[in-house]
Structures are given as structure tokens and as C-alpha cells.
């Protein structure tokens, strides 16, 4: 695969007023840091940076050209508007390429349409996987086919092939469930499942102590009186 390219430049421009301004023309600030490093103020411009954020996430390996120079990083942070679709603020970090890195995968199923039975729900309860490895080993993302899926055979996280590279530590247990099939649920069922939770919770309110009675359900002396 091609690296990922992004060019950025020294970012001047610092305080809150400046940039805002810097936001109005297109651009964004940000930071660029390393340990031993001091960090640095960048700038990158808008749409540039949407691009690659869009194909690298947070989990790919970028060289940002800053100075003419080129820099393996990773996007470590990405402040967005609350409700505006505006960029406020980036962080990159750089990356000693013979240094292993700790970090977080998604996880993609793909051939869900090729489910045989398709009244079944697939339910994915695992959508990313913490690993470690050197740079250049960092996959983009983890691809599970679940096409050939049914109800008895969920995919865990021992079927993933990430696990066979000698290269990558994957930090979770490997009978955990990634994806699995289930029935889908009909309204009576819900109904009764609601019972059921209002049940409990009833129980679990009897079962709470009253402040100021005895076991023996006895009223306590107040030792003012």
C-alpha cells in the first residue's frame, strides 16, 4: 500500500484570535510532538487534512512533510465544533520507526449480504482490538468475512488474522466474542423482558435496608431524645 502523504507548514500564528482567523481561511492548527522533542506549531490546510483523515483514521501510518522534511506520524487527536462540521485542532505524533507503538484497530465485517439465513440479526460486539507492533507493521484495519456465519458459529477473536503475525501483540483474550448471529426479537418477547427488568428492579428496591430501622424491623432509639 502507498504511503499516505500530508504536507503541513510551521504554524506562527498563536492565541486564540489568530487561530480563529487561521480557521476562517481554510486552515487548521495543530501540534506535532515526539518524546525528546519540543513541540511543534503547525498549520495544514482543510480540505488536505479531511482527505487523509477520511483514508487514515487514527490508526495509519502518515508522512507529514513539514519543512521539506518527512515525518512517520500518527493522527493522535482530533478536536471538532460541537455542532458545526469545522475542524478546531490537531495533534500528530511522531513515530521512532524502530520503536513498537500501542494503539487501537477497527475491526470491519464485510459479506453481510452473503448470510444465508437472512433472518437472523448480525450483532458485532467487538469493533476495535488494542495491539502493538513496530510502525511499519500497523494494519490499517482488521477484515473479518462473515459470509459464511450462522447461528452456532460466532467469529471470535482467535479466528482473526491479525493473530497469526509473530509481529503484532493483540491485547485481548482470544474466546471473545467479535460478531455473532441471533434471532431477531418479536415484541411479546420484549414485553416480557421489560416484566422481567421491572421485576428485579422492585426486588432489588425490597432488598434495600430502610435508614433507621433494625433488622428485626424495631424503630432505632434516638440518642438525642
Do not use: W
Not at 166 to 176: G, H, N, Q, T, W
Not at 194 to 215: K, M, R, S, T, Y
Amino acid at each position: 500500500m502507498a504511503a499516505i502523504k500530508l504536507q503541513v507548514e510551521t504554524r506562527t500564528e498563536l492565541g486564540k484570535n489568530r487561530v480563529d482567523k487561521l480557521r476562517q481561511n481554510g486552515l487548521i492548527p495543530g501540534v506535532l510532538y515526539s518524546r525528546g522533542e519540543d513541540t511543534k506549531h503547525i498549520q495544514v490546510d482543510r480540505r488536505d487534512f479531511d482527505r487523509v483523515y477520511r483514508s487514515a483514521g487514527m490508526s495509519t501510518l502518515v508522512d507529514l512533510e513539514l519543512d521539506g522534511k518527512i515525518e512517520p506520524v500518527l493522527i493522535k487527536e482530533v478536536q471538532t465544533h460541537p455542532f458545526k462540521d469545522i475542524y478546531l485542532h490537531v495533534d500528530f505524533q511522531k513515530l521512532d520507526m524502530t520503536e513498537k507503538v500501542r494503539l487501537t484497530i477497527p475491526i470491519t465485517l464485510y459479506g453481510r449480504e452473503n448470510i444465508e439465513d437472512k433472518d437472523l440479526i448480525l450483532v458485532q460486539q467487538l469493533d476495535e482490538i488494542e495491539i502493538e507492533c513496530l510502525p511499519a507493521d500497523i494494519p490499517q484495519s482488521i477484515d473479518v468475512d462473515v459470509s459464511g456465519m450462522d447461528i452456532n458459529t460466532p467469529v471470535f477473536v482467535s479466528d482473526l488474522e491479525i493473530l497469526k503475525n509473530k509481529d503484532i501483540s493483540v491485547f485481548r483474550e482470544a474466546d471473545d466474542v467479535v460478531a455473532s448471529l441471533i434471532e431477531p426479537v418479536t415484541e411479546e418477547e420484549l414485553e416480557e423482558l421489560d416484566e422481567i427488568d421491572e421485576l428485579d428492579e422492585l426486588d432489588e428496591a425490597a432488598e434495600v435496608p430502610v435508614v433507621g430501622e433494625e433488622e428485626d424491623g424495631g424503630q432505632v432509639e434516638d440518642e438525642g431524645e
